[in-house]
């Protein structure tokens, strides 16, 4: 029988850097893949990958949050946080996937967006409000993978989707249990018992309504885990949009619609 983790303990794991990145869901999920870059207005942001491929031969746009394994690559995604630039990259692939029909897939894997003096200058806020509202109405099926970790609104901006999944060790939150035991308890080190208060792991988030399903985890993220791990986010994949590529455009947003407008209530599944 598998341990109960603490919440401590899957923030732990959901920030190790064993856990698969987005591009290695990418490879072993979608054929034909293509990534694009640009926002066509600054530059480009690696930490945000963006292309289109093929999905059991459905042309999908698939935008993912991307991480290091070590300090050389971590600097070259910053962590995973993107800068304005991402953000916009996004919103262009975005409604290129509306304009051609496509349905989004998109992986959450991130801190929260760069907190940056030139990310700041550059519309930071700005960029993360236009890719809510944009994904939120947009006219295709969106189906939001949470791999890793899920931080505020740089986390939201790519998840504002018809279905949100989490993996077993993944974790969405407001902040960083770091900030919040910081500005509750003026005491970073506090950082376990603010897990616990949060309610930020994926049993938790599915209980409260905003995730639609939690992906149980292999023990050991080994060649055989990993594996076994991209092949039920596969089936995921399939049995959600085969669920939403049903629906009429009408049904996709008042779907959405009501789900943005549940989330965070208790009562939602009554």
């Known amino acids: 029988m598998k341990r109960v983790l603490t919440a401590g303990e899957r923030v732990k794991l959901a920030r190790s850097p064993q856990r698969p990145r987005a591009k290695e869901y990418i490879e072993a999920i979608f054929d034909d893949f293509i990534e694009l870059a640009g926002d066509g207005a600054f530059g480009e942001d690696r930490s945000l990958v963006c292309g289109i491929g093929s999905y059991r031969g459905i042309p999908v746009t698939v935008i993912g ?37 496509r349905p989004v897939i998109t992986f959450v894997d991130t801190p929260g967006a760069y907190p940056g003096k030139e990310a700041e200058e550059r519309g930071q806020g700005m960029a ?40 077993e060790n993944s974790i969405f939150s407001i902040l960083s249990p770091e900030g919040f035991a910081s500005i509750l308890w003026h005491d970073a080190d506090r950082w376990e018992e603010a897990c616990d208060a949060m309610k930020l792991t994926a049993g938790d ?66």
């Open 65 to 101: 949050q991307q991480k290091g394994r070590n300090f050389e690559e971590n600097m070259l995604y910053r962590f995973g946080m993107p800068n304005p630039e991402g953000y916009r990259k996004a919103i262009r692939l975005m409604r290129q996937a509306e304009k051609f029909g």
């Open 128 to 167: 993360i409000a236009k890719c809510i509202q944009v994904m939120s109405l947009l006219k295709v099926p969106t189906v939001t993978f949470f791999i890793g970790e899920g931080g505020s609104g740089g986390a939201l901006a790519i998840a504002t989707s018809d279905r949100r999944i989490m993996l």
């Open 205 to 270: 988030i599915l209980e409260l309504g905003a995730c639609d399903e939690v992906i149980p985890e292999p023990e050991v993220m080994d060649e055989t885990g990993r594996r076994i791990l991209f092949k039920k986010v596969d089936r995921a994949i399939d049995r959600n949009l085969k669920e939403l590529l049903k629906l009429s455009e009408k049904e996709l947003l008042k779907g959405r619609y009501k789900k943005l407008r549940d989330m965070g209530k208790t009562d939602v599944r009554n």
